[in-house]
């Protein structure tokens, strides 16, 4: 693989790994968000506080969860790229 290739590939990589930790709490968040949303606007009740406080607990709650997914992912790929380094680095053949 030539050194752009290289590069480009780590990048993707990188970015699929960035989506799959951050994409559990992110969708979660989405998700209470969205439900209270509906709720306060079918109750007419406007309190900031609602939408905020249920989404962080909610998002804590995932990423206690998920944190065992999240470090192996993260693990994986920096043992990966670490042994493209340690062959030789970006580029190097």
Not at 29 to 35: D, K, Q, R
Not at 40 to 64: G, S
């Amino acid at each position: 693989m030539g050194g752009g290739a290289e590069i480009l590939e780590i990048a993707r990589e990188a970015f699929w790994v960035t989506l799959m930790v951050a994409g559990p709490a992110m969708l979660a968040g989405l998700t209470v968000g969205l439900s209270i949303a509906l709720l306060q606007a079918l109750t007419q009740v406007q309190e900031l506080t609602l939408v905020f406080v249920p989404r962080i607990i909610v998002m804590f709650i995932v990423i206690a969860l998920c944190l065992p997914f999240m470090g192996g992912a993260l693990g994986h790929f920096a043992t990966e790229l670490y042994a493209r380094i340690a062959a030789g680095g970006i580029g190097g053949g």
